[in-house]
Nanobody, 125 residues
Framework: QVQLVESGGGLVQAGGSLRLSCAAS????????MGWFRQAPGKEREFVAA????????YYADSVKGRFTISRDNAKNTLYLQMNGLKPEDTAVYYC??????????????????WGQGTQVTVSS
C-alpha cells in the first residue's frame, strides 16, 4: 500500500487561496491514480479531484472546476491541490487518496485503497 500524509490546511476568508500537499511513501512506484476527497460535518465524503500518476490527466468535481487545480511532482512523490476562490461551502476535512490500479472509476471512495489522515480546511464568510 501507499502511506499518505497531508499538510497545508487552515483557516482562510472567502475568496482566498490555500495549497494542500500530500507526501506519499511506500509503493509509490506502483501508484496509478491519486486524488482528493472531502467531508463536511454531517455529509458524506465527496470526490474533489483526481490525477493519473503517469500522464497527468486530471478530473474534477463540477463544484470545484475552474477554482481548484490538482498537480503532482513524480520525483518528490507529492500531490498538490491548489484551491483558489474558496467559498464557505468548501469547508471540510480534505483527504488525500491513492490507488495502485486504474479501474476507469475515480469518483467513489471505494476506488482508492490508501487514505491520509485528513487536513481541515475552514473558509469563513
Amino acid at each position: 500500500q501507499v502511506q499518505l500524509v497531508e499538510s497545508g490546511g487552515g483557516l482562510v476568508q472567502a475568496g482566498g487561496s490555500l495549497r494542500l500537499s500530500c507526501a506519499a511513501s511506500g509503493r509509490t512506484s506502483s501508484t496509478a491514480m491519486m486524488g482528493w476527497f472531502r467531508q463536511a460535518p454531517g455529509k458524506e465524503r465527496e470526490f474533489v479531484a483526481a490525477i493519473r500518476w503517469i500522464g497527468g490527466r486530471s478530473y474534477y468535481a463540477d463544484s470545484v472546476k475552474g477554482r481548484f487545480t490538482i498537480s503532482r511532482d513524480n520525483a518528490k512523490n507529492t500531490l498538490y491541490l491548489q484551491m483558489n476562490g474558496l467559498k464557505p461551502e468548501d469547508t471540510a476535512v480534505y483527504y488525500c487518496v491513492a490507488s495502485l490500479y486504474y479501474s476507469g472509476s475515480y469518483y467513489y471512495p471505494a476506488d482508492f485503497g490508501s487514505w491520509g489522515q485528513g487536513t481541515q480546511v475552514t473558509v469563513s464568510s
